[in-house]
């Protein structure tokens, strides 16, 4: 696996169009994205399935997890190879955790796509 990973919902079509704006924003390739459902996935990074079900989650280079819009601020500081989106999160980190549970709380009514597990079946196991 990744020194950088991402970790998320595989059965939710909005997750899994917002990791494809990642994986096309990440030009060199750098981090690894893996769907929760997948076997051993929760492990590798440290946790398990309940927790990677409430939110994103991202283990970095220095092995520290975060996870909701912490997680996605350190997704953005790999893609523009700077440190500002994290900065910008030490600042409004209350409003971005807020912002990111609604939107957690609501990604089903949010337009995506195929779901990656439903694209994908023999990757993740049933939940």
């Known amino acids: 696996m990744a020194d950088r ?3 998320f919902d595989g ?5 899994t169009r917002s990791v494809g704006w990642v994986r096309a924003m990440d030009r060199r390739g750098r981090i690894e994205v893996r769907p929760y459902q997948e076997p051993g996935v929760p492990e590798s990074i440290g ?5 990677c079900a409430d939110a994103v989650q991202w283990r970095g280079p220095d092995g520290a997890r975060l ?8 997704v953005l500081d790999t893609v523009t190879g700077t440190g500002i989106p994290s ?3 030490r600042v409004t980190a209350a409003l971005q955790e807020r912002v ?3 939107v957690a709380d609501h990604r089903g009514r949010f337009p995506g796509m195929t779901p990656y597990c439903e694209s994908h079946p ?5 939940s």
């Open 100 to 102: 990111y549970r609604w």
């Open 47 to 51: 946790t398990d399935a309940a927790t």
């Open 122 to 126: 023999g990757s993740c196991r049933s």
């Open 11 to 15: 059965d939710c079509g909005f997750c």
């Open 67 to 74: 996870a909701g819009a912490a997680a996605v601020n350190a």
């Open 87 to 89: 900065g910008l999160y």
């Open 5 to 7: 990973v991402l970790v």
